[in-house]
C-alpha cells in the first residue's frame, strides 16, 4: 500500500515534469521571421532603385549580347557568324544563312529577355504610380521606365511584328491566364510604345538638368530621339521631321570629332550620346555579359570567340578614305590604336571593333557601353525626313560625311541616305532592321545571297515553346 | 537406511575425487575478443562458474560430462569435457536470435515482432568495404536501396531508397546518427558503426513525418564493454587507378580526322572554288603525341588507421576510438585527409538513472581539383603538348577552346578545412516499472573554411604563349593579378526530445510498447566571404587576407539562412498477441517553420500488422522456422521543397552602372510569382512483405512489394515568357514508385573446418510521373550538355529524368547523320525528339559470397543495374577540333570507305542523339576479400591478429563506352550524364586487425 501511493506521487510528478516541457517549449517556436527582402521592401524609398532594375535587364547576356548579335546583325549583309566553321555558336550559322526556324534558341532568348525587362519596368511604373513621394522625382522615374518599355516593345516589334503587350502584372491564376498571350496588332503595338514615349517625354529632365551621378539616366532627348525613330518606322515622316529638328536646335548634342573615338573608353557618354547602355569592367562588374568576348579576335593572340564579323562585302562598300571602315573593322594583322595587334593569323580576317573593350579585352563583363541612339542617327533621321517632307536633306548629310573625312554627298537622295546609314551605323543593331523598313531587305540580301523570302522574312518567328504553351492562341507568323 | 545414506555421503568426495579433475579454458568470440561474464554450467546439474575479465574459467568436472556455454546474444555452445585438460571455446554471434533487436526511430524493438520494412547491416559488413563513407558500403548489401558510388576522394555517394519521389524536393534520405537527425554521414569512421538500420516502407519512417519520405538511413554508433579493457588496432593501404579508360585517337589520327572535317565544312558551305582548299588543313607531320589522361592522373594511395578502446566496470562503459584516413586521389594533387575522434560513455548512475554522451569530432583537410579536366584531357587534341620545348604550358586557342588540363590543374589553387562535432546527451529514467522517460539533447555543428587562391595573371600567361603581361586587363588602372578569396560557413543543429516509452506485457500473452514525446529542433547556416585582389604569390602569404591591396577592389559578402524550426509530437505503439499476431500504429505530428502561417503543421501516421505463421501450431512442424507475413499503410511527407517566399533580386540582379566613374546604383526587383500555400510533399506507401526462416535456418530472407505515391510532387511551372516572370514552384505532380525487393540469404556449415554463406538481393522499381494538373507546366528540359543541347525532359507517364532526343536512323550517302522525321515535316526539327528512358535503373542487385575454412575467410560482394540509359555527354559535347576516341575514327565515314555505323569526320556541335545514348547496365564486384586469422598458439600479446588482401572493383561488366556508368547528379542535370564525371576506380589494399 504505501509503495502504491509512492508510485502515484511519482506518476504525478512525472506527469507534471512532462506537461512542464510542452509548455515551456510552446508552439510559437516555429514562429520565424524571414531574413530576406521580400516584395515588403519595395516602398517609396526604393522608387529609384526599381527603376535601376529594369536599367540592369539591359545587361544580360540574352536581352543585349550574343543573341541580339545574331538576331540583329549576322542575319544582316553587314555580319558573317565568324568564328571557324565548326563553331556555329548554338545556332548563329542558321542565322547567317536565314535558315532558322522557331526553335532557334537565339530568338527565344531575345523574346523572353525582353519580356523579363517589361515586367520590371511595368513593376516600376505601377509600384512608383502608388508611392507617396516627391513629384517630380516620381514622375522622371515613371519617365525612365516608360521610356525602356518603349525600347524593348520597339525591338520587340523590329524583330517579330505585333506581340502581346502586357503593361500590368498578370494573374497566372485567373482563369483567362492565357488571354494576355494573344498578339496585338503591329499597329496597336506601335500606339503602345508611342504613347509611353510622349507621357515620357514631359517628365524627363534634359541631359544638362542631370546631376553628374546621374549620367547614364534616359533624358528628355533620348525619348524624343526614340520617338523619331519610332516614327520613322511607321513612315511617319511629319513627325520624325520636327522630333529631329528639335533635338538638333536644343544644342544638347553634337558630332564627336573622331569617329573612332565614339566606341573608345574616353567616347562613352560623350557629347554625341543620346542614350547608351552603361557598362561597368571594373569589379564589381556590372557589364553586357560576353559583348566583348564573343566578338573579340579569335586565335593564337587573340582575345575572343570571333563571332559577328564585318562580311567582304561591307568592307569593300565603303568610299576611299571613309575613316569609319577602319573604325568599324579591326583587320587581321592591324595595330590598333591601343598598340593590340590583331594576330596576323586570327582565324577571320575581320573583327567588330565597335565590341573592342581596351581596358577588359577578353572579361566576361567588360566596360563596353552599348551605343543605342547617337546624334549622327538623329542626323540621318533628319536628313531622310527633309527627302520625304521637302527640307534641308543636305546639311545634316554631309554633317555626317564630312565627320567621316569624307567630302559632301555628290547626289542626297534616299538611297544616299540610306548608304550612309549603313556605314555609320554598321554593328549597332541596325542594319537588318532597316533593310526591311526602307523595304528592300529581299532584294538587298538575295544579291548578297541569303535565300530571303518575301512576306516571311521581314520578321523572324516567334519561339515555338512559347507557341506551344498559349495552347494556339499566341499565333506565329507567316512561313513558319 | 540411514546409514546407508550417511556412508554414501562419506564416500561421495572420495568417488568424486576418483572421477573429477580440473578443467580450464578461455571463452572468446569468433572475433578472437575474451567474453567475460559467459555461465559454463555442466549440464543437468546446478554446477556452474562464470568466465572472468579475460574470459577464463575453471571448473571441475568429470570425462563424461558436458560443459555448456551460453551468454546473451551468443548461440550456447555444449562441449563434452573429455580427457582434455584445456578446454577453449569460441562463441558465435546468434544471428537469427529472436531477441534480435532493431534500432528504429525514438526506440528499438524485437526483430521478430516487427511489421515494418527495415534493413539491417552489421558495422563489420560496412568496415570490410575500404571506404570513407559508410553509405557507398550500403551499395549491394540490402534490397531496396540504390547506391550511385563515387570514387571521388572524400565524396558522397548518392543514396536512393525505393525510387526518385521527387524532382523540385530534396531527394536524399535523412540520416540519424545515435538520435541526432542530420543530413549525411561524411563525418562517420565506418570502424565506429555498430549497426546500420535502413528504414523503407511508411510503418517505420512515419515516426520521422515530414522528413521520411525519401528513407531514414539510422546508425547506431559502438557502446564500451563492461569487463576487461579491449583494445583494437586496424589498418589498410592501397593503391587505385582507373577501372576503364577511354582509347582517345593519337596525333595523326587526330590529324586526319580534323583535316577532314575541315573538308567537310568548305564542301558544305556556297564557295565550290574552297571545296579543295587544304591551307587550313593540319599539318600531318605533328611534333607531339601526348597522352591527356596520363598528364592529369596518377596511381591513388589510400591509408586508414583506427584504434579503439572498449571497457567499463558495472556502473560505467566507455567506447573510444581514434580513425584516419588519407587519400592521395588519381587526379593529381586531389588530396583528402580525415581525423575522426569518438567518445561514447554510458553511466549507471541508480538503479533507475542511467546517463550517457556520445562525442564525434571530425577534422577534414580537402585540396580539390575541378573534374571538368577528366574532360578536358579527354577532348584536348594530342598535338598539344603538356608543355613546349621552352617549358611553356601547350596552348591550342588556335583551333579549339579546351584549356590545357594539366594548366587548368595547375593554377586551380584551393584548399578546404572542415570541423564537425556531433554530440548527444541522453538520461533514461525508469519511473515506475514499465514506464521510462527519456531526455535527450544533441547537437551537430560544421565549420568550412575555403581559401581560393588564384594566379590570374600567370593564367592568363600560361593560356596562350602569345599573351604578354601588358596586355593583361590592359588600362585598368590597377590589374589584379592575384586574387584570394576566404569563405567561412558554419551550419549548427540542436535538437530537444524528451519521450515516455511504456512496456508491458498482461496476462502473459499480451505485450504493449508504446512511446509518447516531443521534439523541437533547430537549424541554420551562415557563410562569410572575404576576397582580396593582389595578395602575393609566395606560399606562406598567399592565404592570408590582411595582405594586397588596400583599395575598393576588396569584396565581401555573407548571408544567414533564415531560421529552421521544428515542433513535433511522436506517438508509437505497439501490440502483440503471444509473438503471433503483431500490430503497430505511429503517427508524427510536424510543426516547420518553414512554411506559412496556418500551413505549418502536417500530420503523419502508418499503421501496420503482422502474423507470425510460425507461432501457430498447425506450422510447427513444417520446413519453415519462422515465417511472417506484414502489410503496412501510411502517409509521409517532404518538408525539404524549394522556399516559397520571393525574395527581392538585389545586387548585381539589380545594380547599375551611373555618373562618369561608373558608380554603381543599387537596384531592386521582383522577378517571380509564388504559391503561397506551397507545403511539403506527401508520399502515401502501401507495402507488403514476408519474411522467412527455413531448412533449419539455412535459408533465410525477405520479399517486399511497395507502392508509394507522392501525390502533390512539387515541379515547376514555367509561365509563358510575356509574364516575364522567374519560374516557380508548384504542387502540381504525382510521382509514382512501385517496386519488388527480394533478399535471399543461405548460411552453412560443412564440417567444423568449413562454413559459407551465400547472399543476394534483387530490386525492381517502375518510376513515374503519373499526373500533372496545370497547363504551364511544360515538361522541363535539363541534362544540359553546356553546347546548346538539352537530353533530358520531364514529362507524364515516363519516368523521372528520361532521356529526350533525336533518333539517328542511319547514315546518308554523303556520311552525314540521317534522324528519325518523328513529325514527318521533312526538316529535323524539336518535333522529331522521342523518349529513350531514364537513367534510373528499373532493375539492380547485390550477389554475396564468403567462406571460412580453418583460419581463412574468403568473400565476395557484387553490385549491378539493368534498365537504364547513361548519355555520353562528354563525346556529345564536342566543338570544332577536339580530339575524338579511336573507335570514332575507325568507324567514321569516308568517300574511300562508307561506313554505317559511324558519320564523316565533322566539327559542328552535333544535335543530342540516341546515338550519343548507351545502356547503362553493368555488373560490378564490388570487393574480393581473402584473410587469414593467425592461430592463437602463435599469439603472446595479441589476442587477434588478421591479416587480409582485399580488392575493389576489380572488374565491371559493363556496355558503356565511357569511364563509369554511376552518374550522380540532379535528375534535369548530370545524373546519369558522363560530364566532368569522376571515373570508377579499381583499388587494391593490404590490412590488418589487431585486437589485444
Keep these: ?480 | 537406511m540411514k546409514t546407508k545414506i550417511i556412508y554414501a555421503l562419506l564416500f561421495l568426495p572420495f568417488l568424486i575425487f576418483a572421477q573429477e579433475r580440473t578443467v580450464s579454458g578461455k571463452v572468446t568470440s569468433s572475433d578472437g575478443v575474451p567474453i567475460p561474464s559467459v555461465n559454463v554450467l555442466i549440464k543437468n546439474t546446478a554446477r556452474g562458474v562464470v568466465t572472468d575479465f579475460d574470459g577464463n574459467f575453471s571448473i571441475a568436472a568429470s570425462q563424461n560430462e558436458v560443459l555448456v556455454f551460453s551468454y546473451i546474444g551468443m548461440k550456447p555452445k555444449e562441449i563434452v569435457v573429455g580427457t582434455a585438460n584445456i578446454i577453449n571455446v569460441v562463441l558465435e554471434d546468434s544471428a537469427e536470435s529472436l531477441e534480435e533487436v532493431v534500432v528504429i526511430g525514438y526506440g528499438t524493438q524485437k526483430k521478430a515482432i516487427l511489421t515494418s520494412s527495415v534493413s539491417s547491416i552489421k558495422g563489420e559488413e560496412l568496415s570490410k568495404e575500404p571506404v570513407t563513407n559508410a553509405a557507398q558500403a550500403l551499395q549491394g548489401k540490402a534490397a531496396g536501396i540504390q547506391i550511385i558510388a563515387s570514387d571521388a576522394p572524400g565524396s558522397a555517394s548518392t543514396v536512393i531508397i525505393r525510387g526518385l519521389g521527387t524532382i523540385q524536393g530534396g531527394r536524399d534520405p535523412l540520416y540519424v546518427v545515435d538520435g541526432i537527425l542530420t543530413n549525411n554521414i561524411n563525418n562517420i569512421n565506418t570502424s565506429d558503426i555498430l549497426t546500420m538500420n535502413v528504414l523503407k516502407d511508411a510503418a517505420s519512417l512515419a515516426i520521422y513525418g515530414n522528413r521520411g519520405a525519401n528513407g531514414v538511413i539510422i546508425i547506431t554508433t559502438k557502446k564500451g564493454r563492461s569487463g576487461k579493457m579491449q583494445i583494437s588496432f586496424d589498418s589498410y593501404t592501397g593503391i587505385k587507378d582507373i577501372l576503364s579508360t577511354v582509347k582517345m585517337a593519337d596525333a595523326a589520327s587526330y590529324v586526319i580526322y580534323s583535316n577532314e572535317a575541315i573538308q567537310r565544312d568548305l564542301r558544305r558551305d556556297d564557295d565550290p572554288s574552297n571545296d579543295n582548299n587544304t591551307s587550313g588543313f593540319f599539318p600531318s607531320n605533328q611534333q607531339y603525341n601526348t597522352n591527356w589522361l596520363d598528364a592529369i592522373t596518377r596511381i591513388g594511395r589510400v591509408t586508414n588507421h583506427n584504434l579503439s578502446l572498449s571497457g567499463g566496470s558495472d556502473n560505467i562503459t566507455a567506447f573510444f576510438s581514434v580513425g584516419y584516413n588519407n587519400e592521395e586521389g588519381i587526379l593529381k594533387d586531389n588530396d583528402f585527409d580525415r581525423l575522426t575522434l569518438r567518445s561514447n560513455v554510458d553511466y549507471k548512475i541508480s538503479d533507475k538513472l542511467n546517463f550517457g554522451h556520445n562525442v564525434s569530432v571530425q577534422l577534414a583537410n580537402v585540396t580539390p581539383k575541378g573534374y571538368s579536366a577528366f574532360t578536358n584531357a579527354y577532348k584536348q587534341a594530342p598535338i598539344v603538348p603538356v608543355r613546349d620545348e621552352q617549358g611553356r604550358f601547350g596552348s591550342s586557342t588556335a583551333f579549339n577552346n579546351v584549356g590545357n588540363p594539366v594548366k587548368d590543374l595547375h593554377f586551380q589553387d584551393e584548399k578546404q578545412k572542415y570541423f564537425k562535432i556531433q554530440a548527444s546527451f541522453k538520461a533514461d529514467y525508469k519511473i515506475i516499472e514499465p514506464l521510462t522517460f527519456t531526455s535527450r539533447f544533441s547537437v551537430e555543428t560544421e565549420n568550412g573554411r575555403m581559401y581560393n587562391f588564384q594566379d590570374r595573371l600567370g593564367s592568363f600567361l600560361a593560356n596562350d604563349p602569345g599573351n604578354i603581361e601588358d596586355n593583361f586587363e590592359k588600362d585598368n588602372e590597377n590589374p589584379a593579378k592575384t586574387r584570394l578569396s576566404v569563405t567561412h560557413t558554419n551550419n549548427y543543429r540542436w535538437f530537444l526530445d524528451n519521450y515516455v516509452t511504456y512496456n508491458k506485457t498482461f496476462l502473459e500473452d499480451h505485450t504493449i510498447n508504446a512511446t509518447l514525446g516531443i521534439t523541437a529542433e533547430e537549424n541554420r547556416s551562415e557563410f562569410l566571404t572575404g576576397t582580396r585582389n593582389n595578395v602575393p604569390l609566395n606560399s606562406n602569404l598567399k592565404y592570408n587576407l590582411s595582405i594586397g591591396d588596400e583599395d575598393n577592389t576588396q569584396l565581401s559578402g555573407g548571408s544567414i539562412s533564415v531560421m529552421d524550426r521544428l515542433y513535433s509530437y511522436i506517438a508509437r505503439v505497439n501490440y502483440d498477441f503471444q509473438d503471433k499476431y503483431l500490430f503497430n500504429a505511429s503517427f508524427r505530428r510536424d510543426g516547420s517553420s518553414k512554411f506559412q502561417q496556418g500551413n505549418k503543421f502536417g500530420n503523419f501516421f502508418a499503421v501496420s500488422a503482422g502474423w507470425v505463421l510460425t507461432e501457430e501450431t498447425f506450422m510447427q512442424d513444417g520446413i519453415f522456422n519462422k515465417l511472417k507475413l506484414r502489410a503496412s499503410y501510411g502517409e509521409l511527407g517532404n518538408q525539404n521543397v524549394p522556399f516559397n517566399i520571393v525574395t527581392a533580386t538585389t545586387g548585381s540582379g539589380g545594380f547599375y552602372p551611373f555618373g562618369p566613374n561608373q558608380d554603381l546604383q543599387q537596384g531592386i526587383t521582383i522577378t517571380g510569382t509564388v504559391e503561397e500555400d506551397l507545403t511539403w510533399e506527401t508520399t502515401n506507401e502501401i507495402n507488403l512483405g514476408v519474411e522467412y526462416t527455413l531448412l533449419d535456418n539455412k535459408l533465410s530472407g525477405e520479399i517486399d512489394y511497395y507502392k508509394r505515391v507522392n501525390s502533390n510532387a512539387v515541379l515547376e511551372i514555367k509561365l509563358p515568357d510575356v509574364f516575364g516572370f522567374d519560374p516557380y514552384n508548384s504542387h502540381v505532380g504525382e510521382v509514382t514508385n512501385q517496386g519488388v525487393e527480394v533478399l535471399l540469404n543461405w548460411t552453412d556449415k560443412i564440417n567444423d573446418h568449413l562454413k559459407y554463406y551465400i547472399g543476394g538481393n534483387f530490386s525492381y522499381n517502375k518510376n513515374e510521373l503519373t499526373k500533372v494538373t496545370n497547363p504551364f507546366f511544360n515538361e522541363q528540359r535539363g541534362g544540359n550538355i553546356d553546347n546548346g543541347q538539352y537530353t533530358k525532359k520531364i514529362a507524364v507517364g515516363q519516368p523521372l529524368g528520361s532521356f529526350f532526343l533525336y533518333e539517328v536512323i542511319g547514315i546518308d550517302d554523303r556520311g552525314e547523320f540521317v534522324y528519325d522525321d518523328v513529325n514527318d515535316n521533312g526538316i529535323t526539327d524539336e518535333g522529331d525528339r522521342k523518349f529513350f528512358g531514364s537513367y534510373i535503373p528499373k532493375y539492380y542487385f547485390g550477389f554475396n559470397f564468403g567462406l571460412e575454412y580453418n583460419n581463412f575467410d574468403f568473400s565476395v560482394d557484387t553490385y549491378g543495374n539493368f534498365g537504364n540509359k547513361v548519355y555520353n555527354g562528354k563525346k556529345a559535347q564536342r566543338f570544332s577540333n577536339e580530339n575524338i576516341e579511336q573507335s570514332t575514327f575507325n568507324n567514321r565515314w569516308t568517300s574511300g570507305g562508307p561506313s554505317n555505323t559511324g558519320p564523316i569526320a565533322f566539327n559542328d556541335v552535333p544535335l543530342s542523339s540516341d546515338y550519343y545514348l548507351e545502356s547503362g547496365d553493368f555488373f560490378r564486384i564490388n570487393n574480393i576479400t581473402l584473410g587469414y586469422t593467425l592461430p592463437e598458439n602463435v599469439l603472446k600479446l595479441f589476442s587477434k591478429i588478421r591479416v587480409y588482401a582485399s580488392a575493389k572493383n576489380p572488374l565491371i561488366i559493363k556496355s558503356f563506352s565511357g569511364y563509369t556508368p554511376e552518374l550522380s547528379g540532379a535528375p534535369l542535370g548530370t545524373a546519369g550524364i558522363e560530364l566532368n564525371a569522376y571515373p570508377t576506380l579499381q583499388s587494391y589494399f593490404i590490412g590488418i586487425n589487431t585486437s589485444f
Excluded at chain 1, 569589379?283 to 553586357?288: I, L
Excluded at chain 1, 562598300?317 to 591601343?338: C, K, V
Aim: charged share 25%.
Design chain 1, 1 to 480: 500500500m504505501k509503495n502504491l501511493i509512492k508510485n502515484t506521487i511519482r506518476i504525478k510528478v512525472s506527469l507534471i515534469v512532462f506537461l512542464l516541457l510542452i509548455i515551456s517549449c510552446s508552439e510559437d517556436f516555429i514562429n520565424v521571421e524571414a531574413n530576406q527582402e521580400t516584395e515588403e521592401a519595395l516602398t517609396a524609398d526604393k522608387a529609384p532603385e526599381l527603376v535601376n532594375a529594369v536599367y540592369n535587364s539591359f545587361l544580360t547576356w540574352q536581352m543585349s549580347s550574343f543573341s541580339w548579335n545574331g538576331v540583329t546583325s549576322i542575319t544582316s549583309d553587314d555580319a558573317d557568324k565568324g568564328s571557324t566553321p565548326g563553331d556555329t555558336g548554338t545556332d548563329k550559322n542558321l542565322l547567317d544563312a536565314l535558315a532558322f526556324d522557331a526553335s532557334t534558341i537565339s530568338f527565344a532568348e531575345v523574346w523572353s529577355a525582353h519580356y523579363a525587362g517589361i515586367q520590371r519596368a511595368n513593376q516600376a511604373i505601377n509600384r512608383l504610380q502608388g508611392f507617396e513621394m516627391e513629384d517630380g522625382l516620381k514622375n522622371r522615374l515613371i519617365g525612365e521606365a516608360k521610356f525602356l518599355r518603349a525600347l524593348m516593345y520597339f525591338r520587340l516589334v523590329q524583330s517579330f511584328g505585333g506581340v502581346p503587350l502586357i503593361t500590368e502584372a498578370p494573374d497566372p491564376q485567373a482563369e483567362n491566364a492565357s488571354d494576355v498571350l494573344k498578339r496585338a496588332t503591329k499597329e496597336a503595338s506601335y500606339a503602345l510604345i508611342e504613347k509611353d514615349l510622349q507621357e515620357a517625354i514631359p517628365v524627363l529632365l534634359n541631359k544638362n538638368q542631370y546631376n553628374a551621378a546621374d549620367l547614364g539616366r534616359v533624358t528628355k532627348g533620348a525619348a524624343k530621339a526614340l520617338l523619331a525613330k519610332v516614327s520613322m518606322y511607321q513612315n511617319k515622316w511629319p513627325e520624325v521631321y520636327s522630333l529631329t529638328n528639335e533635338i538638333i536646335a536644343s544644342g544638347e548634342y553634337g558630332l564627336t570629332t573622331n569617329y573612332e573615338d565614339i566606341w573608345k573608353e574616353i567616347g562613352e557618354n560623350n557629347t554625341e550620346s543620346i542614350f547608351e547602355i552603361q557598362s561597368r569592367g571594373e569589379t564589381p562588374t556590372a557589364g553586357v555579359q560576353g559583348y566583348s568576348a564573343t566578338q573579340g579576335a579569335r586565335g593564337t593572340g587573340g582575345w575572343g570567340w570571333g563571332f559577328n564579323t564585318p562580311t567582304q562585302n561591307l568592307a569593300n562598300s565603303y568610299e576611299a578614305n571613309d575613316l569609319r571602315r577602319d573604325a568599324t573593322i579591326m583587320f587581321r594583322g592591324e595595330i590598333l590604336f591601343d598598340g593590340r595587334l590583331v594576330p596576323n593569323d586570327a582565324d577571320n580576317e575581320r573583327y567588330n571593333q565597335k565590341a573592342y573593350s581596351s581596358a577588359f579585352s577578353d572579361a566576361w563583363e567588360t566596360g563596353k557601353n552599348i551605343r543605342i541612339l547617337r546624334y549622327a542617327e538623329v542626323l540621318l533621321m533628319n536628313a531622310e525626313a527633309a527627302l520625304k517632307q521637302g527640307g534641308d536633306a543636305a546639311t545634316p548629310l554631309n554633317r555626317v560625311r564630312n565627320r567621316a573625312g569624307l567630302g559632301n554627298a555628290p547626289v542626297v537622295n534616299q538611297q544616299a541616305v540610306w548608304n550612309e546609314r549603313r556605314f555609320e551605323l554598321a554593328f549597332e543593331h541596325d542594319r537588318y532592321f532597316d533593310l526591311v523598313r526602307q523595304g528592300r531587305a529581299g532584294t538587298v540580301l538575295r544579291a548578297h545571297g541569303k535565300p530571303f523570302v518575301d512576306g516571311k522574312h521581314e520578321v523572324f518567328p516567334i519561339p515555338q515553346e512559347q507557341i506551344d504553351k498559349s495552347g494556339g492562341i499566341l499565333v506565329q507568323n507567316p512561313g513558319y
